[in-house]
């Protein structure tokens, strides 16, 4: 049964601007060590670093309204075989997140499904 969905689309730039004027701060405010690492060992990690936040902010809307959630609460990591998953840290939360993420060089998106577990 489907609980909520969310989907999000970000400009790979606006991104890359958040990291150049704030950098660290930026990147420590939204993202996780893993995450962090994750990008970085790109080529081309403002792309990855967008895809992740466009998969936050689809997750947030399928949740809710009523979620008081942060961006560390949610951590974007890739399964053994690429597939992008959530690990949320609301003990509370016993649902399952269904999440698909994709960027091109200017754009990233991603959708999120909220499914009973």
């Known amino acids: 049964m489907i609980l909520g969905t969310g989907i ?3 400009e790979v730039e606006r991104i890359k601007n958040a990291i150049d004027r704030w950098g660290e701060h ?3 405010h939204v993202f996780c060590d893993e995450e ?3 990008a970085k060992k790109h080529k081309y990690p403002h792309q990855h670093f967008a895809a992740r936040f466009a998969a ?3 997750i947030l809307k399928a949740i809710g309204d009523n979620a008081h959630v942060s961006w560390k609460d949610m951590k974007i990591l890739n399964d053994k ?4 998953y959530c690990v949320y840290s609301d003990k509370n939360f ?8 994709s960027h091109t060089h200017d754009h ?6 909220i499914t009973k577990e």
């Open 8 to 10: 999000d689309i970000i």
């Open 26 to 28: 930026f990147l420590n």
């Open 36 to 38: 962090i690492a994750y």
């Open 56 to 58: 936050k902010e689809a």
């Open 81 to 84: 075989n690429g597939k992008p």
């Open 94 to 101: 016993k649902n399952k997140i269904h999440l698909s993420i």
């Open 108 to 113: 990233a998106t991603a959708n999120a499904i």
